[in-house]
């Protein structure tokens, strides 16, 4: 009983200090961490398993990569708006 509280207050803690898709994606990495530790103890799995713990594993680290990592920050992109704007007008102010 107490292994099944403890798992269940960490996985509350998890939610509170990332968000619920995190931390349950964060409870499939269980099964990968089994596979590698399944042929330490004489135990070792089929390899289709390691191929499962794998996509596991990649859908978690997916799942954690923040959606605007890739994006330019905003103000990023209104200073290169502004330096095109200043471009421009350099070009039409100046002589030809």
Not at 19 to 25: D, F, L, Q
Not at 36 to 46: F, Q
Request: hydrophobic residues 45%; glycine residues 6%.
């Amino acid at each position: 009983m107490f292994d099944n509280v403890l798992s269940d207050l960490l996985w509350a803690k998890a939610i509170l200090l990332t968000s619920t898709t995190v931390a349950t994606a964060g409870l499939t990495i269980q099964v990968p961490l089994a596979a590698i530790v399944d042929p330490l103890t004489g135990n070792a799995p089929p390899i289709l398993d390691y191929v499962g713990a794998a996509a596991a594993m990649v859908g978690c680290a997916g799942i954690n990569i923040p959606s605007d990592s890739c994006l330019v920050p905003e103000e990023a992109s209104i200073e290169l708006e502004n330096r095109k704007i200043q471009s421009t007008e350099q070009d039409h102010l100046s002589p030809r």
